[in-house]
């Protein structure tokens, strides 16, 4: 079982917005980094320390945390963004060191 | 361009032992920890190990402690991991990524099968 709660789907139509929650209850205020992930690629990185995007990621990726909860918002959704998303813990001192949550499939409609 | 390529992967049979490397490129090797993580078939990731840049602390997941053992030769700009009592949870495609978390960068991945 995962520490780090994801809904396991969440369906959107083209060019409305689609927001995917983690769960980090068991962690305090701890920020987390978010990971895209299409079928048979390796992972790529959207969001860091909640809410950084990488060179490269569309400004559509945005994220926010309250401290309970992380999310990672995507709006104006496009086809291409259809993908399964993972939240990591970017708390480097903790016993949970690296975990990941179990991973939103996000379908877009 | 940062660039991740992995090997070693393959079938193994239960309680056997298989060694995976990671040729890193596009970086100084050496200042940055990395990074295994691993995907069983249709689920979801794992975190397995990290090392420093120095190789001198090292970290693992409990599922593979005492089994799965990190390294790295900074003078070949290469990451190891050493699976052993491979089990057919284990079964998996290992990525080496940079960074202890937060990573921008991994490579493709090689499969490891543990079966009979």
């Known amino acids: 079982s995962y520490v780090l709660t994801q809904p396991p789907s969440v369906s959107v139509a083209p060019g409305q917005t689609a927001r995917i929650t983690c769960g980090v209850n068991?962690?305090?205020?701890?920020?987390v980094h978010w990971y895209q992930q299409k079928p048979g690629q390796a992972p790529v990185a959207v969001l860091f320390?909640?809410?950084d995007r990488p060179s490269g990621i569309p400004e559509r990726f945005s994220g926010s945390n309250s401290g309970n909860t992380a999310t990672l918002t995507i709006t104006r959704v496009e086809a291409g963004d259809e993908a399964d998303y993972y939240c990591?813990?970017?708390?480097?001192?903790?016993?949970?060191?690296?975990?990941f949550g179990g991973g939103t499939k996000l379908t877009v409609l | 361009e940062v660039q991740l390529l992995e090997s070693g992967g393959g079938l193994v049979q239960p309680g056997g032992s298989l060694r995976l490397s990671c040729s890193a490129s596009?970086?100084?090797?050496?200042?940055?920890?990395m990074s295994w993580v691993r995907q069983a078939p249709g689920k979801g990731l794992e975190w397995v190990s990290a090392?420093?840049?120095?190789?001198?602390?090292?970290y693992y997941a409990d599922s593979v402690k005492g089994r799965f053992t990190i390294s790295r030769d900074n003078s070949k700009n290469t990451l190891y991991l050493q699976l052993s009592s491979l089990r057919a949870d284990d079964t998996a495609v290992y990525f080496c990524?940079?960074?202890?978390?937060?990573?921008?960068?991994w490579g493709q991945g090689t499969l490891v099968t543990v079966s009979s």
């Open positions: 990591q813990l970017s708390d480097i001192n903790s016993n949970h060191l690296g975990m």
């Open positions: 068991n962690f305090g205020s701890k920020s």
């Open positions: 596009g970086f100084t090797f050496s200042y940055y920890t």
């Open positions: 990524a940079k960074g202890v978390t937060g990573h921008d960068h």
């Open positions: 090392i420093t840049g120095n190789g001198i602390n090292t």
């Open positions: 320390d909640d809410s």
